[in-house]
């Protein structure tokens, strides 16, 4: 009598994501660093995809990124973990943010939502101490290839310059 293979369902682990400028057509991939932020990988690979407005940093620079109801799309702040303040060029960060720093039509003040900048950088010489202090985040995802930064970079740059209304960020599974 043959044995037969017992089945087993095995669940692999994401290792990349893919963050899109929507309108503008650009994208890059990133490494999901389970290493040094496993929560923060697991909290967001099992949200993904999805997307919000893009904005573009005033203070931190070379910084675009979209503001997210922390409980209705990812059910939960990470832990704090692999935290930074001085992000390097490809990273991909959850940034905590305290109550009043969000623009009223993403958190109303008279009924404020927990919300969460996933935020992505695109060229050095970043700083994440802005008027109200130090905003230090989890880094959870980096670019692994130098070109494919430069190369996003200028599509970051161009919304930039050339404004960045209906542009959405997305960040997906790749």
Same mark, same amino acid.
């Given at each position: 009598?043959?044995?037969?293979?017992?089945?087993?369902?095995?669940?692999?682990?994401?290792?990349?994501?893919?963050?899109?400028?929507?309108? =503008?057509?650009?994208?890059?991939?990133?490494?999901?660093?389970?290493?040094?932020?496993?929560?923060?990988?697991?909290?967001?690979?099992?949200?993904?995809?999805?997307?919000?407005?893009?904005? =573009? !940093?005033?203070?931190?620079?070379?910084?675009?990124?979209?503001?997210?109801?922390?409980?209705?799309?990812?059910?939960?702040?990470? !832990?704090?973990?692999?935290?930074? %303040?001085?992000?390097?060029?490809?990273?991909?960060?959850?940034?905590? =943010?305290?109550?009043?720093?969000? @623009?009223?039509?993403?958190? @109303? @003040?008279?009924?404020?939502?927990?919300?969460?900048?996933? !935020?992505?950088?695109?060229?050095?010489?970043?700083?994440?101490?802005?008027?109200?202090?130090?905003?230090?985040?989890?880094?959870?995802?980096?670019?692994?290839?130098?070109?494919?930064?430069?190369?996003?970079?200028?599509?970051?740059?161009?919304?930039? %310059?050339?404004?960045?209304?209906?542009?959405?960020?997305?960040?997906?599974?790749?």
């Amino acid at each position: 009598m043959a044995k037969t293979a017992k089945k087993t369902k095995t669940k692999t682990r994401l290792d990349y994501v893919r963050v899109r400028l929507v309108k =503008h057509g650009a994208s890059i991939r990133l490494k999901l660093r389970w290493d040094n932020s496993p929560d923060t990988c697991k909290v967001v690979s099992a949200a993904l995809p999805f997307q919000g407005r893009m904005w =573009h !940093a005033k203070y931190a620079s070379s910084e675009i990124y979209t503001l997210l109801p922390v409980k209705k799309i990812f059910g939960r702040d990470p !832990a704090r973990e692999w935290e930074c %303040m001085y992000p390097s060029m490809g990273d991909l960060m959850w940034l905590f =943010h305290p109550p009043g720093l969000i @623009p009223g039509d993403v958190s @109303p @003040p008279d009924n404020p939502v927990r919300v969460v900048d996933i !935020a992505y950088f695109y060229a050095r010489g970043t700083s994440l101490y802005g008027p109200w202090g130090a905003n230090p985040g989890n880094i959870f995802a980096t670019a692994t290839s130098v070109e494919d930064i430069e190369e996003f970079g200028k599509a970051c740059q161009y919304v930039w %310059m050339n404004g960045f209304a209906k542009e959405i960020l997305r960040v997906e599974a790749a």
